[in-house]
């Protein structure tokens, strides 16, 4: 491992655009977790991304190699749902999102409405389906008192060919529809997702470094709560825009970087 590296006993991974993009593994980064992990580190992976489950992750990852477990995989929906069971319990919620993510969220024992009047608590994620109609719920849903919540705020996600709408721009379009303002957030850079990380690595965070391509998560929480981070270019494009005071400790070309 390149020297510099070896020091940290942590390592605290986003998924798409740093470990993989689209369906496809970006090279050398299964050589690259995998010699880490040898190494006795302890590794943790974490995405915004709510359109799989952590077992579709966790499938996708070993079967291209990758000698994990699934216990080291969290995401967004995770963590919101932890958050519903404890404060919203029976309650009636509207999801721009995709099935998977609804069905993960009426697990958590919430009934799915599109009726606004009925609406307890609107949630915001990643949805390739997304349209206007859908949007016009979650609007008046929240103008009726709903909370305003979102799995993510992420303004694209990286794909094959490109990035796609994301979460981001759609918060926008709401807080611009409702003259309300997000509420809560639960994925990169939340407290909510470092207080699940912290709970899952048991390492202290002085002694983390979390690797990832997107500024305004990634290396924003590792500079909100005091981790370093290495910014890798093989995902999202950074503009420099509002985020110009956000720094990463490192710069690196790949996830490949760190054992060479």
């Known amino acids: 491992m390149n020297k510099k590296y070896s020091e940290y006993e942590a390592f605290i991974f ?17 050589l690259t977790i995998n010699h880490i992990q040898s190494l006795g580190k302890k590794i943790i992976f974490v995405s915004n991304k709510t359109t ?13 190699h990758f000698k994990i477990k699934q216990e080291q995989i969290v995401n967004a929906t995770e963590v919101i749902k932890n958050y519903i069971l404890q404060n919203h319990s029976g309650e009636n919620f509207y999801a721009i999102g995709e099935e998977k993510f609804v069905n993960e969220i009426s697990s958590c024992g919430v009934n799915y409405s599109e009726n606004p009047e009925d609406i307890d608590f609107v949630i915001v994620t990643l949805d390739r389906t997304f349209n206007f109609a859908k949007l016009e719920i979650a609007a008046k849903a929240i103008v009726a008192g709903a909370n305003f919540y979102a799995a993510n705020i992420d303004a694209t996600c990286p794909v094959d060919g490109g990035e796609i ?6 918060i926008l379009a709401l807080e611009k529809r409702t003259h309300h303002k997000l509420e809560k957030h639960f994925g990169k850079p939340s407290e909510f997702m470092i ?29 909100n709560f005091g981790i370093d981070t290495a910014l890798v270019n093989t995902g999202v494009n950074n503009f420099a825009n509002g985020n110009v005071h956000i720094k990463p400790t490192f710069t690196i070309k790949s996830v490949a970087d760190l054992i060479k």
Request: glycine share 10%; with cysteine; aromatic share 8%.
């Open 14 to 30: 986003d998924l798409d655009g740093t470990i993989y993009r689209g369906e496809k593994i970006i090279a050398d980064s299964d």
């Open 52 to 64: 799989g489950t952590v077992p579709d992750y966790y499938n996708f990852l070993t079967e291209n």
């Open 165 to 170: 709408w994301d979460a981001g721009a759609t």
């Open 195 to 223: 207080a699940e990380i912290k709970n899952r690595l048991n390492v202290e965070l002085d002694k983390c470094i979390i690797i990832g391509d997107r500024l305004e998560t990634d290396i924003a929480m590792g500079n």
